[in-house]
């Protein structure tokens, strides 16, 4: 709040400061929506709170788009209520961190290229890779993973190595490039080539190994917070894991973009879950 606050009055939005002294252990977004409140409605707590609640409450709605691209309607529609009422949503549409808005740019970077791998419409191919320039503008490179193990998983399954290799991807890369060109500005004018080594790899890096934050070795901290985080819907979550697994075996066709998106999920929650820095606002 105090970094938004002193971009609000200061009229500088792309130099990130706390105390007057250059900040750098998270990007630009979060601090450009929370001072755009401050800036309108003045320094209080619901201005500060009102534009990164509003992205993070798009984050439902692209839930449910996801959910009825991959499976169906009703599927959406569920999926949306669900999230949008567990508790780890509630408490962090209170307590925002940055997994608040995170969490909202992430799940529309995974409906658009869920959407361009269906159809090929180039539109879709460009507003995933913005997304996921949101997502890094917001936390890091932590925000591309789950897009590019989506993709990934998706093209093995299809077995499209062709498409895997193409370079359009790199335009993708470079549109990304585009859309964190203010961190990386601010990170190189203020720490030089350390602070974009510190963004690209000790940030995220630095958290698996303990480096950068935490001491935990406690492998199952994700699977015990899972069981309040998903309140009231906890039973339910826990059963359709269960049954969405069984049904790939099951299924005659199994659903392609349904096993990308939990594959790429599950990789990450093993990955947190031995990274020695863990906290429950990354479940978001």
Do not use: C
Not at 177 to 204: C, K, M
């Amino acid at each position: 709040a105090a970094i938004s606050r002193q971009m609000a009055e200061s009229g500088d939005w792309l130099n990130l400061k706390i105390n007057g002294e250059p900040y750098d252990q998270k990007p630009h977004l979060f601090f450009w929506l929370a001072g755009l409140g401050i800036r309108l409605f003045g320094n209080t707590n619901w201005a500060f709170k009102l534009f990164p609640f509003l992205f993070g409450l798009s984050g439902i709605y692209f839930t449910y788009r996801l959910g009825r691209l991959v499976y169906n309607e009703r599927s959406g529609k569920l999926a949306a209520l669900l999230a949008g009422t567990s508790q780890i949503f509630f408490l962090y549409f209170f307590d925002f961190h940055t997994d608040t808005v995170l969490q909202a740019a992430v799940t529309l970077a995974i409906w658009q290229l869920a959407e361009y791998l269906e159809n090929k419409k180039p539109v879709h191919f460009i507003f995933g890779f913005f997304a996921i320039g949101l997502a890094m503008l917001t936390k890091g490179p932590v925000g591309a993973v789950l897009p590019f193990f989506f993709v990934l998983f998706y093209l093995l399954l299809k077995k499209d190595f062709r498409q895997l290799f193409h370079p359009k991807w790199i335009l993708g890369i470079l549109l990304v490039l585009v859309v964190i060109s203010p961190t990386l500005y601010h990170l190189w004018q203020s720490f030089g080539a350390e602070g974009l080594r510190f963004y690209f790899i000790d940030n995220n890096l630095g958290r698996v190994t303990g480096e950068v934050a935490g001491s935990s070795t406690d492998p199952f901290f994700y699977l015990y917070n899972l069981l309040w985080a998903f309140l009231p819907w906890t039973i339910i979550f826990i059963s359709a894991i269960g049954g969405e697994i069984i049904s790939w075996f099951y299924a005659p066709k199994p659903n392609k973009t349904g096993i990308s998106i939990f594959v790429s999920v599950l990789v990450l929650f093993v990955v947190y879950s031995i990274a020695r820095g863990k906290a429950p606002n990354y479940m978001m």
